[in-house]
């Protein structure tokens, strides 16, 4: 009996050590799959970048192609050396297979070592040949495998099986390559000065009471259906309000100094559409003729969360000006403006002199690349550095892109080209 009792206290031992055993692995297992969903996840985040950055160089290839200024290609290729140096480190650390790490680790250092040479090339007073531009053409359908090689990869899978697959390199694959990271804006130069003296804040102090009527006025609602909220400091200092309209709430920001509208955007948004584009664009034109804006030439346009939003440059003299820009945005379920975004236009609006070019736009054409077929041009201003340059624009179209390109227009500098990309909210600039 004694031995019965001792034999069942032997396994109740065992069961309990068996038990703990079996707890300690699934808490070590769950560690383990926490472990390895963490480093997944870090994975997919390189593996992210790495692809928008060889998106990125896609882009840049095809500008150099157009580009039609050394100075122009210099910075170029000069921020390709840098995005180079960044795409080969996150190859190193991608779970590629042995060759294909090695191929792509390659040709991402190539193309740094590229950029830097032909920058030196074209500081030096030389633009790109033909044969450089030959070069770049088959270059761009390098990155191209590349990219679509990278857009293949799972995370999950095992590297050797990685290291069967066939390789991306097209045949006769050149050794060198270009790349440049580009910057996204709503539309061209949407992004432009944002420190300094704000040229367009005019108007002595007004009090609290004033800008609450300025508030209700830029909401479209009245008076009595605006409370008071968080006042903002810093470059612009205004009042807060939230105004009850017809399309919702909304927060409005009204400068002290001459009563200005700030900015103004919606408490809730995810409008149902019911009004078409147009009729929210016509509904734009009108509010910024009404609020005091003067003439304002739309720019670019997008549309999300049931809004449509549009960017509006200033007019003076038939010239566009770039550096003058209010973002608004239209509700598509009543047509109706619920948000304004003005600090550009409050910084830089001013009346310019000296908007009358040194060449015609037949003479800015001729420093353009004959490869952009060219489709419309107008005069414009656009911020450079702390400064502004009257330039000509130039919309045209490259290998089924459009492309806007500037040309100083008193000394026929290429200054900037930028690519108009379709994404899913509208079209950006590149």
Same mark, same amino acid.
């Given at each position: ?5 001792q ?20 808490v ?36 150099l ?35 294909? =790490? &090695? %191929?792509a680790?390659?040709f991402?250092?190539?193309m #740094?070592?590229?950029a830097? /040479?032909? *920058?030196?090339? !074209? +500081?030096?007073?030389s ?101 008071? =909220? &968080? %006042? ?7 009042? #807060?309000?939230?105004?009850? /309209?017809? *399309?919702?709430? !909304? +927060? ?54 049931g ?26 379920a ?12 409050l ?28 489709q ?22 490259f ?6 390109a ?25």
């Amino acid at each position: 009996m004694r031995k019965w009792s001792q034999s069942m206290q032997m396994a109740g031992v065992f069961g309990v050590l068996l038990c703990l055993s079996l707890g300690v692995n699934a808490v070590q297992s769950a560690q383990a799959n926490r472990l390895e969903m963490r480093l997944a996840m870090e994975l997919q985040r390189e593996l992210t970048d790495v692809a928008h950055a060889m998106a990125d160089i896609e882009v840049n290839l095809q500008k150099l192609l157009i580009a039609s200024g050394a100075s122009q290609s210099a910075q170029l290729l000069g921020e390709t050396a840098l995005l180079a140096q960044h795409v080969e480190s996150g190859l190193s650390r991608l779970p590629l297979g042995a060759k294909t =790490a &090695a %191929d792509a680790m390659k040709f991402a250092g190539q193309m #740094g070592d590229y950029a830097m /040479t032909l *920058s030196a090339q !074209v +500081s030096g007073g030389s633009m790109l040949s033909s044969t450089d531009e030959t070069q770049i053409e088959g270059l761009l359908a390098a990155c191209q495998g590349l990219n679509e090689h990278l857009s293949g990869i799972d995370i999950y899978s095992d590297p050797a099986e990685e290291e069967r697959a066939d390789g991306f390199w097209p045949d006769g694959e050149n050794e060198e390559a270009v790349a440049y990271p580009s910057l996204i804006y709503d539309g061209p130069f949407s992004d432009g000065r944002v420190q300094g003296t704000a040229k367009g804040l005019t108007g002595g102090r007004i009090t609290r009471e004033q800008a609450r009527q300025a508030a209700a006025r830029y909401a479209g609602t009245t008076p009595d259906r605006v409370s008071d =909220a &968080a %006042d903002s400091g810093g470059q612009f200092e205004a009042f #807060g309000f939230t105004a009850q /309209t017809d *399309s919702g709430a !909304v +927060s409005v920001q009204v400068t002290g100094q001459g009563g200005h509208l700030l900015w103004m955007m919606p408490e809730t948004a995810e409008y149902e559409p019911r009004v078409s584009q147009e009729e929210c664009l016509r509904a734009a034109q009108v509010y910024l003729a009404d609020m005091g804006f003067g003439q304002m030439q739309r720019c670019f346009v997008q549309e999300y969360d049931g809004m449509v939003v549009a960017n509006y440059a200033s007019v003076q003299d038939g010239v566009l000006l770039y550096p003058d820009q209010v973002k608004v945005q239209i509700s598509r379920a009543t047509g109706t403006v619920v948000g304004a975004e003005c600090s550009q236009y409050l910084l830089n609006h001013h009346r310019r002199s000296g908007l009358v070019p040194s060449l015609s736009e037949e003479q800015a054409r001729l420093t353009l690349s004959e490869r952009l077929d060219v489709q419309a041009a107008r005069l414009c201003v656009i911020p450079s550095d702390t400064l502004e340059r009257l330039c000509w624009e130039f919309q045209g179209t490259f290998s089924g892109a459009r492309y806007y390109a500037y040309v100083d227009a008193r000394d026929g500098e290429a200054l900037e080209i930028l690519r108009v990309a379709q994404t899913d909210n509208g079209e950006t600039a590149i």
